[in-house]
């Protein structure tokens, strides 16, 4: 079997097992949120024909990848890109719908954070002077197990309807 042959049979069936298993740890990553408390889904016109069409650029370029003559280290670092670009696609696509607050979880675009997981939230512990040399759309979380990670909003509005929702349940102390 020709070796382009086997790297275009591996990227297929990469993209393939991204995407399925995806889905199944969205599924799982839901379950384990349980009810949603507040969605901060936004739907866009058009985002599922943008995502299809990111797909179908990403075979178009993988067919292009498979029928030039390029070098042996260069098609492998496409093909490579070609994956991770699948990923995001993927990852992005399946979290982005289902933003939000759960009683066990926040789901911010491509990022999920257990509620168990956060330590503070360090922006909003600083003085108000101070807070305002950070953006405002943003809210950041310090994590036992992931650091510091910011989630991004809309605008400052539905930033502070999370962090009131935030509070109500009793996550954000004042």
């Known amino acids: 079997m020709n070796f382009k042959l086997f790297v275009l049979i591996f990227v297929v069936v990469a993209i393939f097992a991204i995407d399925i298993g995806y889905r199944l740890y969205v599924k799982y990553i839901l379950k384990y949120c349980g009810k949603q408390i507040f969605s901060t889904y936004h739907p866009k016109k058009k985002y599922k024909l943008s995502v299809f069409c990111g797909k179908i650029v990403l075979i178009l370029a993988i067919a292009v990848t498979h029928f030039t003559n390029f070098s042996l280290f260069i098609g492998i670092v496409l093909n490579c890109c070609y994956i991770l670009a699948d990923y995001i696609i993927t990852r992005e696509y399946f979290f982005t719908k289902d933003s939000g607050i759960y009683e066990n979880g926040i789901i911010q675009r491509s990022v999920f954070i257990k509620i168990d997981d956060i330590v503070t939230f360090p922006v909003l512990n600083l003085p108000k002077e101070e ?42 102390k004042k």
């Open 131 to 172: 807070q305002e040399n950070y953006p405002d759309y943003t809210l950041s979380v310090a994590t036992k197990s992931k650091g510091n990670i910011d989630l991004i909003y809309k605008d400052k509005a539905e930033r502070d309807f999370v962090v009131q929702k935030l509070t109500e349940i009793g996550i954000v």
